[in-house]
């Protein structure tokens, strides 16, 4: 080991966090709040677990950031990052250019996804993935001759990523108030979270209703004037929302019925999270574009893109005249041979269908269990995604009040009981890597129930119950 290498460093936690506080702007944080408290510092990561630089062994129940599909410290992506990085560590795909990583990756993906898709848009992230999107959907309408095709429905409470067109898509009220967003020819309509909003329908009615609501909005708005709908399947960052299974389709009529495209974005749901290649998949939807990003390499490292079906790639491939967007990063040689080594490894491993028909129904089973806990009022989940909802009675499904200080009291106790378990407002949400065992779900579920009880604990002491 050389000296120079600047990461590899013997500092103490405390130094580090020094350091962090006083250089180190990090994303979605309360500055003051972290720097008070001190940020935690991980070293370290095999399979399902992380270490922290106090050398804590912490069980990943949300696979970083809902991406290491295939577990860390795969010395196979790895091998592929350095031998690529030696052949070629960058080129563009501008100026009529392109490599074999990016091209080889191009048909892997094609070959996965559904069979409307024949072509990809590559992006460093799931946001740029977005923003490409906006740019094609409005390009594409333009090239038809219908330039007034401008607006995008999108669904309060959804996440799209953090760029202006993303966190515009998204429907997170904290995120538009803080950047004067959403930009122009963006709306939202309700979600389709029956627990929070269901109120005395049944799941299937209310599917039905909050799918109605993308019709209603079309009407107002004139079809003229709607480009398309974009979903995430399952939302994720917004808690987990697992749509009734009536919706998804009469979504998919609504789209055809005013021939508006629909964007499936899949950067959660893709690489088989949910039990399926691609969310739509297991919804039988038949998206026009997908998002891609995270599972697509494994976090290994950032790459993201758009799947472009038929319909919308053959305008813009026939009309002609240049579609003037894309990034330095685009079609990156290497993130693009990790990605095709990381595809590789999920199919070798059968870890699609071994989370469809083996370790999802497994979580699903002991996550049933944790529903008889007192303070959770509904736990669900599909392949190897999952939310608990806790609330202070089970029966009326009301939640806590002040919403969000009882997830984020779970949390912690979570946290220092070596799990990663996150929360939204009081929703607990797990997205553990596709790697994990049914030992490791044990553990998981074992872990939950703890920190389960210690939050009702703290709860009934602190009076909220
Ligand atoms: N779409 C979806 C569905 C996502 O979940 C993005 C787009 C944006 O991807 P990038 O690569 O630009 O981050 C995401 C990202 C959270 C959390 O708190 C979720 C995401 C990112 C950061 C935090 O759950 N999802």
């Not at 809902?66 to 960058?90: D, F, H, I, S, T």
């Not at 992006?123 to 007034?148: F, H």
């Not at 803080?178 to 029956?194: E, F, R």
């Not at 508006?260 to 088989?272: K, R, S």
């Amino acid at each position: 080991m050389t000296t120079s290498a600047p990461y590899v460093s013997d500092r103490t936690t405390a130094a580090w966090q020094e350091l962090d506080r006083q250089h180190y702007l990090h994303p979605f944080t309360d500055y003051k709040f972290l720097h008070a408290k001190g940020t935690r510092v991980i070293v370290k990561a095999e399979g399902v677990y992380l270490y922290d630089s106090e050398g804590n062994r912490i069980l990943d129940g949300m696979a970083g950031l809902w991406c290491v599909n295939v577990g860390y410290g795969r010395k196979e992506l790895a091998e592929a990052a350095y031998r690529q990085m030696l052949e070629l560590p960058y080129y563009n795909s501008f100026f009529q250019t392109a490599h074999p990583p990016a091209i080889e990756l191009a048909k892997q993906l094609v070959d996965l996804t559904p069979a409307q898709f024949n072509r990809v848009f590559f992006t460093g992230s799931g946001s740029e993935g977005n923003d490409t999107i906006v740019r094609l959907v409005r390009r594409y309408w333009d090239l038809l001759g219908q330039p007034e095709r401008k607006v995008i429905i999108s669904r309060v409470n959804a996440y799209h990523g953090s760029t202006m067109a993303g966190a515009s898509l998204g429907g997170m009220a904290f995120m538009h108030e803080q950047g004067g967003l959403p930009i122009p020819d963006i709306v939202h309509i309700p979600q389709p979270y029956w627990f929070g909003e269901g109120g005395n329908l049944s799941p299937a009615e209310f599917g039905l209703k909050a799918a109605r609501e993308l019709e209603r909005k079309i009407e107002e708005l004139g079809a003229h004037r709607v480009a398309a709908f974009i979903g995430e399947p399952i939302q994720g960052a917004g808690g987990v929302i697992i749509p009734p299974d009536t919706y998804w389709p009469e979504i998919q009529k609504i789209c055809d019925r005013h021939g508006i495209l629909l964007i499936a974005d899949e950067v959660i749901c893709g690489f088989g999270r949910t039990g399926h290649w691609f969310g739509s998949n297991l919804y039988g939807i038949r998206p026009d574009l997908m998002t891609i990003a995270k599972g697509l390499s494994s976090g290994y490292l950032p790459i993201g893109g758009v799947m472009v079906a038929d319909r919308v790639a053959d305008v813009l491939i026939e009309k002609g005249g240049e579609f003037a967007h894309g990034y330095t990063y685009s079609g990156h040689p290497v993130a693009c041979a990790v990605a095709s080594v990381n595809l590789s490894l999920i199919q070798q491993e059968n870890l699609v269908p071994r989370t469809r028909d083996e370790t999802g129904p497994y979580l699903a089973k002991k996550w049933r269990e944790l529903s008889e806990h007192p303070i959770v009022g509904e736990a669900r989940s599909v392949g190897l995604i999952g939310a608990l909802e806790l609330v202070r009675d089970k029966r009326s499904r009301r939640f806590f009040d002040k919403r969000g200080e009882v997830g984020t009291i779970c949390r912690d106790f979570c946290f220092q009981n070596g799990l990663i378990m996150r929360a939204v407002r009081d929703t607990m949400i797990i997205a553990p890597p596709l790697v994990i065992t049914r030992e490791q779900i044990d553990e998981l579920a074992e872990k939950a129930w703890r920190c389960l009880d210690l939050t009702l604990e703290r709860c009934r002491a602190e009076g909220r119950l």
